[in-house]
């Protein structure tokens, strides 16, 4: 069995086994500290994508069905970009930038009439969006955090110094946090030059022309910085606000 891409069969699986253990391997030799979680990912990765593949068959048909695949998505990006924040149930509180940065481009795209209101069309640029707000926020919420616990000093100074909690936060967190979104940009740079991403091939390889997969990457990729810039904002605001806390309090945060 083959797809135009790659040779289907137990050979492949075997290959995707192999490259797994050795990631796994290599994190675990250079103690970076992610060996087991590599396997576990990896393993995750083939159930979801086995369960989700079967599942979008039988909802794509349904429009109810297929928001209610949306607010799944939306709910687990929530619940892991909010472990890789915070612990506890005020990670929850990543779910905010990640809908209010996908959900209003997808429902934008839906209204204009640019996405067909149909679940085969729906589900895959939700995803992307919904997969670029999530990695945003985590990489946001993380960096601006760690930056508060580092730089504890400098927002007690500045607290001291007359600012108001929330600009003293701000002062601090803003920039690291706003690497969140040198990713996007570093892809939507070099996009063609470095990298083929997967909607241009995809598309490509669904028998569209190269142009018409051009135009699609181009959208995914403007989509994907507007998506991520209002993530990452409305990440910040929610630090400097006290919503989403480091482990050990910062002043500014209190209360």
């Known amino acids: 069995m083959s797809s135009t891409m790659l040779v289907l069969g137990p050979k492949l699986w075997v290959a995707m086994a192999v490259l797994a253990a050795t990631a796994a391997a290599v ?17 995750r990765a083939a159930a979801q994508l086995t369960a989700v593949s079967l ?3 039988a909802i794509v048909a349904s429009l109810w ?12 990006a929530a619940g892991t970009a909010g472990r890789r924040i915070t612990r506890g149930a ?16 997808v429902a934008g795209l839906l209204v204009a009439g640019l996405v067909p209101a149909r679940g085969i069309a729906v589900i895959p640029v939700a995803g ?23 730089r504890r000093g400098e927002v007690e100074a500045a607290l001291a110094l007359g600012f108001l909690p929330r600009d003293a936060v701000l002062l601090v967190c803003r920039s690291a946090a706003a690497q969140a979104l040198i990713p996007a940009l570093d ?5 063609g030059l ?28 403007i989509g994907l910085l507007a998506v991520e810039a209002v993530a990452v904002v409305i990440t910040v605001e929610l630090v400097a606000r006290g919503r989403l ?3 050990e309090p910062v002043p500014a945060l209190a209360g």
Do not use: K, Y
């Open 65 to 76: 069905a297929t928001a209610g695949f949306v607010v799944l998505m939306c709910v687990v």
């Open 90 to 105: 005020r990670g929850w509180w990543a779910g905010v930038p990640i809908v209010a940065g996908s959900l209003a481009v």
């Open 27 to 43: 994190a675990t030799l250079g103690r970076l500290g992610h060996g087991r979680q590599i396997l576990v990912a990896a393993g």
């Open 187 to 191: 892809q939507t740079r070099t996009v």
């Open 55 to 57: 599942l979008i068959a």
């Open 245 to 247: 806390r480091p482990a």
């Open 194 to 221: 470095v990298t083929l991403p997967g909607a241009f091939v995809g598309v490509l390889l669904g028998g569209a022309s190269p142009l018409a997969a051009g135009i699609t990457q181009l959208f995914v990729l």
């Open 128 to 150: 992307i969006l919904i997969g670029g707000a999530m990695t945003a926020t985590s990489l946001a919420g993380r960096r601006a955090l760690d930056e508060l616990t580092g």
